[in-house]
């Protein structure tokens, strides 16, 4: 079965923590991709890999960066949080060349 | 224009009713389709894709595509209350990009 997890499913941290998101899929995909999902907002894209060491900018990555030393999993990472910061994050999976993704559970981190 | 646009509803409908639920696109190039359904609290999972114009049935889902008119439908028909949720249309763009619909949200009432 596919499988998509995140290392937490709520989190809370302080303004100027350094925060560390995981994400790890099971199924092999080459393709992982960070979301932020805010009411009236919708889905908006962070970062997004494509291979191991590879990393694109999505449509929002200011404060943001990743790591991908493994195929199998996909970080984010807050370098220092700010309250404008707390959302759902969402990590997702798929194969190359394919739309439709797999999601993780989601993340709802907060920021105080 | 948005590249990806939906009503944000709330949409109501009756059980046992047929919701129909509407997206539109911006690239015509576009070429691959998908709906997730959200629930409160969950992440989205996928119901559906279609790639080609005319109707896809899966169940009581069926999407719809029309390239020409840039617009791809989803309509579940016999709803029932475990159908309410946050419907998210996906387009794969002619740019290799997926871009996300804002959702319609769904209630069906009993």
């Known amino acids: 079965d596919v499988k998509v997890t995140q290392s937490s499913r709520y989190l809370v941290k302080r303004t100027g923590e350094k925060v560390f998101l995981e994400c790890v899929q099971d199924?092999?995909?080459?393709?992982m991709f960070w979301y932020r999902q805010d009411p009236g907002l919708g889905l908006r894209l962070i970062y997004f890999?494509?291979?191991?060491?590879?990393?694109e900018k999505g449509d929002i990555p200011e404060g943001y960066s990743v790591s991908r030393e493994k195929k199998e999993r996909f970080s984010l990472i807050l370098e220092s949080a700010s309250t404008n910061q707390t959302s759902m994050y969402l990590c997702?999976?798929?194969?190359?060349?394919?739309?439709?993704?797999?999601f993780g559970p989601g993340t709802r981190l907060t920021v105080l | 224009q948005k590249e990806v646009e939906q009503n944000s509803g709330p949409l109501s409908v009756p059980e046992g009713a047929i919701a129909s639920l509407n997206c539109t696109y911006s690239?015509?190039?576009?070429?691959?389709f998908f709906w997730y359904r959200q629930y409160s609290g969950k992440s989205p999972e996928l119901i559906m894709f279609?790639?080609?114009?005319g109707d896809k049935e899966d169940g009581r889902f069926t999407a719809q595509l029309n390239k020409a008119s840039q617009y791809v439908s989803l309509l579940i028909r016999d709803s029932q209350p475990s159908d309410s949720a946050t419907y998210l249309c996906?387009?794969?763009?002619?740019?290799?990009?997926?871009?996300f619909g804002p959702g319609t949200s769904l209630s069906v009432i009993p």
């Open positions: 997702a999976s798929n194969l190359r060349d394919r739309g439709s993704q797999f």
């Open positions: 199924m092999d995909h080459e393709n």
């Open positions: 890999s494509y291979d191991v060491k590879m990393k």
């Open positions: 690239d015509r190039g576009s070429q691959s």
């Open positions: 279609i790639y080609s114009n």
């Open positions: 996906a387009v794969k763009t002619s740019y290799d990009k997926v871009i």
